[in-house]
Structure formats: C-alpha cells, structure tokens
C-alpha cells in the first residue's frame, strides 16, 4: 500500500500564502499521476490541481478557480508533491487532500478523484476575511 501524508495547512489572512506538501511512501514511478483535491463545509470534494507524467513527459492542470494563484510542483527525489497558494481568499477555505494514481492518467480523467488509488489524510486550511 501507499501513504500519502499531508502538511502546511492552517490559518492565514485572505491575500496570504500557504504551502502544503505531500509525501508519498516509497518512491515515485517512471509514470503516475498526482493530484490536490479540496473539500469545503457543506460542499462536495473538488478538484485543485494534478500533475501527470510518462516518459519524461509531465503536464501541469489547474482548476479554473485557483488557475494563476496555485502551483502544483514536486519533487521527485523526496517522492513529494507541494501545493503553493497564493493571493489567498475565503473561498480557498477546505480541507485540502492529496491523491495519487499510479499512471499517467488520461486527460479528461484527472478532474475526477474516483480515478485516483490513494489518499491522503487531509490537511485544514482556513482563510479569513
């Protein structure tokens, strides 16, 4: 099995910053996918941000509403992947939730966390106003 444990989260004023990171059990593969998914209060869980690479191909997704504010990197030597928010606003608030498949994932599957085999615990961050 793997484990994906989260860290980073916590309060910030609306307008800051939070990096979050992911580490992964064991060490990443020639191919996968990994994504960040967050859930609100109330609300359905949703999809953040994912890379996904093969063969030394990697490509970078983004929802439309963190698109030129969060970066999604990793680091492949640490099997980590890190979230970096910032001009952070109140609806950012969530439970943020990184998730791992172990393959490159078709393009329109990515936005989807029924595609991914592993999850991780969840880390709160909340944003004030």
């Known amino acids: 099995q793997v484990q994906l444990v989260e860290s980073g989260g916590g309060l910030v004023q609306a307008g800051g910053s939070l990096r979050l990171s992911c580490e992964a059990s064991g060490r990443t593969g020639s191919g996968g996918t990994l994504g960040w998914f967050r859930q609100a209060a109330g609300k359905e869980r949703e999809f953040v941000a994912a890379?996904?690479?093969?063969?030394?191909?990697?490509?970078?997704h983004y929802a439309d509403s963190v698109k030129g504010r969060f970066t999604i990197s990793t680091d492949n030597a640490k099997n980590t992947v890190y979230l970096q928010m910032n001009r952070l606003k109140s609806e950012d608030t969530a439970v943020y939730y990184c998730?791992?498949?172990?393959?490159?994932?078709?393009?329109?599957?990515?936005?989807?966390?029924?595609?991914?085999?592993?999850w991780g615990q969840g880390t709160q961050v909340t944003v004030s106003s």
């Open positions: 890379v996904r690479w093969s063969g030394g191909n990697t490509n970078y």
């Open positions: 998730a791992a498949h172990g393959s490159r994932l078709i393009l329109s599957s990515v936005w989807a966390g029924r595609y991914y085999d592993y």
